[in-house]
């Protein structure tokens, strides 16, 4: 299957070389001209749970995609706020069969690509899979993790179950979700807690966890999701959300782990996806008239932070 | 005037060497045994305004304070969590005669010290003074400042303008204050903002102000005290207050300089007050019924970051 992975920074690396691996066709886009020339010169560099492999792709900048024959399938991976600017950018990919996967972390994201690719051929997943961008052309892929996804559009369940077959055969671990949007709310409510929290205090998820104020913070953020999705006719069961975020905690698992946000802000002094996760639950909280303080707050800090490291 | 300084630290080092050079006989206790070591071997330096000096004076640990001439006036300047040990600890040096003066960041310290000295020999104050402590035995003070005090004692008010004139006469810009409730709460907001956020974010104030997000997160944090301090009858004016702390971002001034919380917890990982300024507005808003998320969320920011820093 021509696959193309549209952001290949570490969570797109990880799902390129495990879906060539299983044998497709794969295409990397990027906008990061020193990824992108490492990745040309010396191949992607991973270390996978501890082995240390490289993997040959063709990669492309985003800015310089050109008619091509389209992809049966494009994952797009981009950081939230770079989603509308890749779609545009990958027109030409885009064809009448192609299917558009979005794995991103936060909330709302096919608003944005039902503008390029027709209802019907949007898929929305989430994944628990991990990774870690070490710096251009190198990531480091360790532990277990798994992928769910539906369909947006109506009658799509078959196409969905396919796509989940799909990357499952490369490993990946997918399966179809009666109820994606649960999940993406759940996901987000490990994200809109462990990225900005883990950021903010310099440490990885198991250094979080071993405060004695990390079961207060997670509760009242999550209970603040909670709050907001119930306007959107998800209910949240709060106290599983919590108990399921702290599993992460365990350094046997991905405790050991920064997550994502801290990686782009503090390794890399990258502007944050924080408007995504906990600033959408903020506007979506003023929209249903809903207090959001600790999300509020936290998007505050996360700003602020990225301006005294001058975040780009 | 044998004058004692109870917490000879940072600003307990300032008020010393200002009042030793005004003609006073000071005496140092203090309960860090590195720092009483090295102003016992080396005299207490310090870079003040950019000029070395180096002053010497008797210390004591306040583990070993024994029976003496009673001071004249004892400041106490420890940390809060540390104040009601000291109080006991100088039981020895504390006449009939002797009056207390409380200059410690936070709210409601008389309620520790009436429980050692008579009411009417207790002073409260607060100053504007800053002071960073360099190592052992070593401070840097820059910049002007000033202190405000009042008698909490009925018809105390004319020993309080004479505390405020020995103060004065060696250079401590002390005056009169008919309503130090209202600084004290005004200045634990500067507190209650500045020193929480400059810790969590690794900046000095400046750098604070010039972030996109620091007005809204003071306005919010400031609104928090005023609510709280309206059900104790002190009327915040919260842009006023606002302004006031804004000034200080200008590093011409005090810009620069690194909130006392930053230096016990970042630099020295020392225990913070946390609890006594944002923590004090959130268990009053409890007792009052006033929400107080951000003052919540910021104590626990600060807890947590004395777990990963491993706090003493």
Same mark, same amino acid.
């Given at each position: 299957m021509k696959i193309v992975i549209a952001g290949a920074g570490a969570m797109g690396s990880r799902f390129a070389i495990k879906l060539k691996r299983g044998g497709n066709d794969v295409t990397l886009i990027d906008g990061w001209p020193a990824h992108i020339e490492a990745i040309r010169t010396n191949g992607l560099q991973a270390n996978l749970d501890g082995e240390e492999i490289t993997e040959s792709f063709p990669i492309y900048p985003q800015s310089e995609v $050109?008619? &091509? $024959?389209?992809?049966d399938l494009i994952i797009v991976f981009t950081k939230a706020m770079q989603l509308d600017q890749m779609m545009q950018d990958i027109a030409?990919?885009? =064809? &009448?069969q192609t299917r558009v996967l979005c794995l991103l972390n936060?909330? =709302?994201?096919e608003d944005t690509i039902e503008k390029y690719v027709a209802t019907d051929k949007i898929f929305l997943g989430n994944t628990l899979w991990t990774a870690d961008l070490i710096g251009p052309g190198q990531v480091r892929l360790f532990g277990e993790g798994s992928v769910e996804l539906q369909n947006? =559009?109506? =009658?799509k369940e078959a196409a969905a179950k396919e796509l989940a077959e799909v990357l499952t055969a490369s490993g990946l671990n997918a399966s179809y979700s009666e109820n994606i949007r649960y999940s993406i709310y759940r996901k987000a409510c490990v994200n809109g807690t462990l990225n900005g929290l883990c950021s903010i205090l310099d440490v990885n998820i198991a250094q979080f966890g071993n405060t004695a104020t990390a079961r207060q913070m997670v509760q009242t953020i999550v209970g603040e999701f909670a709050a907001v999705a119930a306007h959107e006719s998800v209910e949240l069961d709060v106290p599983e959300v919590v108990a399921h975020i702290e599993k992460t905690y365990d350094p046997a698992g991905i405790g050991l782990h920064y997550p994502s946000m801290y990686q782009d802000?503090? !390794? !890399?002094?990258r502007k944050t996806e924080i408007d995504y996760i906990n600033g959408a639950i903020s506007r979506k909280g003023r929209k249903y008239n809903v207090p959001t303080p600790y999300c509020d707050f936290l998007t505050q800090l996360i700003h602020a932070k990225e301006d005294v490291l001058e975040a780009k």
């Open positions: $050109t008619a &091509d $024959t389209p992809a030409s990919l885009i =064809g &009448d936060g909330i =709302g994201h947006i =559009g109506e =009658g802000l503090i !390794n !890399n002094h």
